[in-house]
């Protein structure tokens, strides 16, 4: 079955560290660009990080530059983000999203044809 799994969420005090990561099946996963999206409570999908198909460029959102990193391992099919200084407004679900070609693209993320089912992060003292 063709899907992306993501663990790593949890609850973290403000400042704390969390790492996700994303596995992805059944297809070929250095095909693709990838992006991390995440939603939080009452709000839409937003963009937060991507990468291209071989790890060589990457983005962010304004409102975790420098905060977040996001990497991938082709050889083990995984994307990650490791999150630092965590705030209370990075409490969202956290989706890995599969992109639609080499490079990301933030519109295309929140509009992914394949999207895992999502891993809470709540931020919280």
């Known amino acids: 079955e063709v899907q992306l799994v993501e663990s790593g969420g949890g609850l973290v005090q403000p400042g704390g560290s969390l790492r996700l990561s994303c596995v992805a099946s059944?297809?070929?996963?250095?095909?693709?660009?990838m992006s991390w999206v995440r939603q939080a409570p009452g709000k839409g999908l937003e963009w937060v990080s991507g990468?291209?198909?071989?790890?060589?460029?990457?983005g962010y959102a304004e409102f975790v530059k420098g905060r977040f990193t996001i990497s991938r391992d082709n050889t083990k099919n995984t994307l990650y983000l490791q999150m630092n200084s965590l705030r209370s407004e990075d409490t969202a679900v956290y989706y890995c999203a599969k992109g639609s070609g080499s490079y990301y693209n933030p519109r295309q993320a929140t509009n992914s044809d394949l999207r895992g089912q999502g891993t809470q992060v709540t931020v919280s003292s």
């Open positions: 990468i291209s198909r071989d790890g060589g460029l990457t």
């Open positions: 059944e297809f070929t996963f250095d095909d693709y660009a």
